[in-house]
């Protein structure tokens, strides 16, 4: 079966880029004999050098190379489309170049939705239903946000299709060999792993560290993770210069370790398996999708998160502790009872662990692969 994906795609800072990647070499491992092809949107002044497997790029504020990548689609052999959709990945307004594409295109469409939004406005709100109508499938990564397609935008039920978000094939292991391998031995660790934006809320997390560390001084905080390169091109290091100040006004400039870059995959899973509490501070309420958090559930961690869409969802039945947005008094009383209560943070733990075995990335593969295969019989 061949596929092409349209996408951002590594090595850009996205992460619908990694998503991409990740869900395409899963893929590959099911279908050897007909690799995966990435037709690639670009920005201006974009200067990257993609991967051999990048056949086709999409200018992305350029409305004709659409017209151009929906003809060369068309003339191909391709079996079916599967198309990552975010509003800010394609050009114009809410990125509506994205339409006249799905509206040339004669081979069966899959859409994944990475973003669905709670109050979008009238050309999102249009944009979104035209994609509905054009595809041949949608994928969302909650049960929520299906319902919510059913009953808003009148979306049919068999439509909607819900693969979680995909994580690594993770070992179960304690973090103390990780610790010394970090020369971070003896340390009580929290952690969370971002592209950082305001939206994060990690100011709330660092407040949480100043009251854990009364109690226990040898907490650590690591806040892992790049500036994301959209809000580094308009504010520059507006956020993290913020933080850096909170740190020094709260006192706790030995209790939290930035890591400034953009991880690996092998580096992100040595930092994930660092951490003793993933902190999820997020603002967002509406936030339905988060693949540091899937990431975290997947490592088998402790998670603490705000209550958005996404955590909600798969936090649920103890696999983690939800606190109140903005409240980093919950957030700080959650690590001390936990790290008191060992048993309690364990058994927490290896549920998300199990659940997130269903999450595994080659589970998420077959899914794909298993609706690609049911969506081009039904279309022959």
């Known amino acids: 079966m061949r596929v092409i994906y349209l996408s951002s795609y590594i090595p850009r800072k996205c992460g619908i880029a990694t998503y991409t990647k990740d869900l395409t070499n899963a893929i590959n491992l099911l279908n050897p004999h007909n690799l995966a092809e990435i037709m690639a949107t670009t920005r201006p002044k974009e200067r990257i050098n993609y991967p051999w497997e990048v056949k086709y790029k999409i200018k992305q504020e350029e409305l004709h190379t659409y017209?151009?990548?929906?003809?060369?689609?068309?003339?191909?052999?391709?079996?079916?489309?599967?198309?990552q959709h975010e509003y800010g990945l394609y050009g114009s307004q809410c990125g509506e170049y994205i339409i006249p594409f799905v509206e040339s295109l004669k081979k069966p469409l899959v859409t994944t939705l990475h973003t669905v939004l709670d109050d979008p406005n009238s050309r999102e709100g249009a944009i979104l239903k035209r994609l509905i109508k054009k595809s041949d499938a949608v994928v969302v990564m909650m049960e929520k946000i299906k319902e919510k397609l059913v009953n808003t935008y009148s979306a049919s039920r068999e439509k909607i299709i819900v693969i979680p978000h995909g994580t690594p094939d993770f070992t179960f292991a304690p973090t103390d060999t990780y610790k010394e391998k970090k020369q971070l031995t003896g340390k009580i660790i929290l952690g969370n792993i971002n592209l950082l934006t305001p939206t994060r809320g990690i100011e709330y997390a660092l407040d949480a560290v100043a009251t854990i560390a009364?109690?226990?001084?040898?907490?650590?905080?690591?806040?892992?993770?790049?500036?994301?390169?959209?809000?580094?091109?308009?504010?520059?290091?507006e956020y993290r210069n913020f933080l850096e100040k909170e740190i020094k006004r709260l006192k706790i400039e030995k209790n939290v370790k930035f890591v400034n870059k953009y991880l690996s995959l092998d580096e992100l899973i040595d930092w994930l398996k660092t951490i003793d509490f993933y902190v999820s501070p997020y603002l967002d309420p509406q936030q339905a999708a988060s693949g540091a958090l899937a990431y975290a559930l997947g490592a088998g961690k402790c998670c603490i998160s705000t209550p958005y869409l996404y955590a909600k969802e798969v936090l649920n039945n103890t696999r983690g502790i939800l606190v109140p947005f903005q409240d980093a008094d919950s957030i700080a009383s959650a690590v001390i009872e936990l790290w008191e209560n060992q048993d309690k943070k364990e058994k927490i733990s290896q549920k998300a662990y199990d659940y997130g075995r269903l999450m595994t990335w080659s589970n998420i593969g077959l899914r794909y692969l298993d609706l690609f295969k049911t969506i081009t019989i039904l279309k022959k």
């Open 67 to 83: 017209l151009e990548a929906a003809n060369y689609i068309n003339q191909s052999s391709t079996d079916i489309i599967s198309l």
């Open 214 to 237: 009364k109690i226990y001084p040898n907490v650590l905080y690591l806040v892992i993770g790049q500036t994301h390169p959209v809000f580094l091109q308009t504010n520059g290091e």
